[in-house]
């Protein structure tokens, strides 16, 4: 089974700062195999990347993502208010599994 | 523009079995498949498994292999997941979601159910 590490756990910041989040693989992924979600207190998770870098239908492009092999990245290049959530990655290739989350608060 | 509506909460015993519906509208119900994932209260995301509905092809996550049932109707475009031995730490919300077909790759989830609480208590 695939484990996926995220981290920080918990990233402190302000509107308009840029959020970094990583997403560490134990084994190697294909590129086309990993996800990222949003999660809002109370909803559902919401898709905003698929295949590393695709942004979901109605997704800001202020959300990017990227990496290969066992590093991927989600970028929020300027955080609005509505982005203060948990994030989770997911690798979806022979199995599924997700990372156990990313909390962006604000500072 | 596909939407998932789930069944209510359930509230089980311990050792019993629960049965969660997921009824897909305005969308192709036959053309993907439906995944299934777990969150227990304050916890993370957990991959159950997933039915493609032409076929009924199921995969299961290792963890869940034995112990859940996935199936779908495609008369009524509802997936169900029954879980069977609940014991308390099967007490989260369960969601559906849509995800491509692909017969190797599980996909990724898109869009959700609102979910379905169950909650396993003596």
């Known amino acids: 089974e695939i484990v996926l590490t995220q981290s920080p756990g918990t990233l402190s910041l302000s509107p308009g700062e840029r959020a970094t989040l990583s997403c560490r693989a134990s084994h190697s992924i294909s590129s086309s195999y990993l996800a990222w979600y949003q999660q809002k207190p109370g909803q559902a998770p919401r898709l905003l990347i698929y295949a590393t870098s695709g942004r979901a239908a109605g997704i800001p492009d202020r959300f990017s993502g990227s990496g290969s092999g066992t590093d991927f990245t989600l970028t929020i290049s300027r955080l609005e208010p509505e982005d203060f959530a948990v994030y989770y990655c997911?690798?979806?290739?022979?199995?599924?599994?997700f990372g156990q989350g990313t909390k962006v608060e604000f500072k | 523009q596909v939407h998932l509506v789930q069944s209510g909460t359930e509230v089980k015993r311990p050792g019993s079995s629960v049965k969660v519906s997921c009824k897909a509208s305005g969308g192709t119900f036959n053309n993907y498949a439906i995944s299934w994932v777990r969150q227990a209260p304050g916890q993370g995301l957990e991959w159950m498994g997933r039915i493609i509905p032409i076929g009924d092809k199921t995969n299961y996550a290792p963890e869940f292999q034995g112990r859940v049932t996935m199936s779908a109707d495609k008369s009524t475009s509802t997936a169900y997941m029954e879980l069977h031995s609940l014991r308390f730490d099967d007490t989260a919300v369960y969601y559906c979601?849509?995800?491509?077909?692909?017969?190797?790759?599980?996909?990724?989830?898109?869009?959700w159910g609102q979910g379905t609480l169950v909650t396993v208590s003596s």
């Open positions: 979601a849509r995800s491509p077909m692909a017969v190797v790759v599980m996909g990724w989830c898109d869009p």
């Open positions: 997911q690798q979806y290739g022979g199995s599924s599994t």
